[in-house]
């Protein structure tokens, strides 16, 4: 799949994502309004931020979609993850300001909320809707290789979990429980801490250069070609889908320059084989005997 069809892929999957969390959204605050539930609240801010997260990953791929240019000779996809990263400090602020609120009703001894059948068949319902989003986007995030399909899947997911706890919050009125709404809120808030530390891990090993792909398993695809008689020097970093591979080949003496480059040319391939994240291979090539560096 070319670049121009999978970011046309990613916006179609956000652009319904999108359209599904801002109903939700809508839906659950109707609902929380009017049975006064701080679980209820917390879920539909949830799937609001879900539907602004798609908005920001929107403007997001469509930067990094650009081809490269003098300034970005390695193109824009790294605005990907950029925008990955916003999502992640929106998330926290949701996550700091719902747990306030929790601890704010649980000093204040604030009544139980309201209770409906209605209200909890339609949080039901929503569910449903969030599960099937979410195993779409992240179906697609794979077929892709897309790690901003796979955070906003994993988004949806937590929001499944907390409008399970929405619903219990609800259940909370008919037992006459006001410290358990709250309480759920909290947990509410313990889904949405993970959801942030797994897209700042994802992140951080981008920014940071961290290694991608075990350099032993690089260099048995490599040693395995005809003609290189070692590997070495082997390096990995980016994103899931923007993977760069730096390494040295040593090959016998008497090659000419052409045996060399078809060499050179059939390592690169056996890596973009066996490794479909990978977009780029820097090559060194080296007569046979030269002394061995690390992969450090």
């Given amino acids: 799949m070319n670049e121009a069809a999978r970011s046309a892929r990613i916006r179609r999957v956000l652009l319904v994502a999108l359209a599904i969390n801002v109903g939700l ?29 798609s908005v920001i990953a929107l403007i997001g791929i469509t930067a990094a979609a650009r081809p490269p240019d003098p300034e970005h000779p ?26 306030g609120a ?18 909890m068949a339609l949080l ?3 569910i449903l809707f969030n599960t099937a989003l979410s195993a779409w986007e992240k179906r697609a995030g794979l077929e892709v290789s897309s790690p ?3 955070a906003d899947a994993a988004h949806t997911r937590t929001d499944v979990y907390s409008s399970v706890l929405a619903i219990a919050s609800i259940g909370s009125g008919a037992l006459g429980l006001p410290w358990l709404d709250p309480l759920l809120a909290i947990g509410i808030v313990l889904f949405l801490a993970r959801a942030i530390y797994e897209i700042f891990l994802e992140g951080v090993k981008v920014v940071s250069d961290a290694t991608r792909l075990d350099p032993e ?34 090959v016998g003496e008497q090659l000419t320059t052409r045996e060399v480059y078809e060499i050179e040319n059939h390592v690169s391939e056996a890596l973009h084989s066996k490794f479909p994240g990978v977009t780029h291979v820097a090559l060194r090539h080296e007569p046979r005997g030269t002394p061995l560096e690390t992969n450090a």
């Fill in 25 to 53: 959204a809508a839906l659950k605050f109707g609902i929380g309004w009017r049975l006064g539930s701080l679980g209820v609240l917390s879920d539909a801010m949830h799937s609001l931020l879900d539907g602004a997260a």
């Fill in 148 to 150: 901003l399909l796979l």
């Fill in 217 to 250: 398993l690089i260099r048995s695809v490599a040693e395995a070609v005809p003609g290189v008689r070692g590997a070495h020097a082997i390096r990995s970093h980016g994103m899931q889908n923007d993977i760069h591979i730096d390494l040295h080949i040593q």
């Fill in 74 to 99: 390695y193109g824009h996809r790294k605005f990907e993850i950029l925008t990955t990263m916003v999502v992640a400090g929106l998330l926290f602020l949701s996550a700091w300001e719902i747990l």
């Fill in 124 to 126: 039901s319902v929503g």
């Fill in 102 to 119: 929790a601890v704010n009703r649980l000093l204040h001894h604030a009544p139980a909320p309201g209770f409906s059948w209605g209200c």
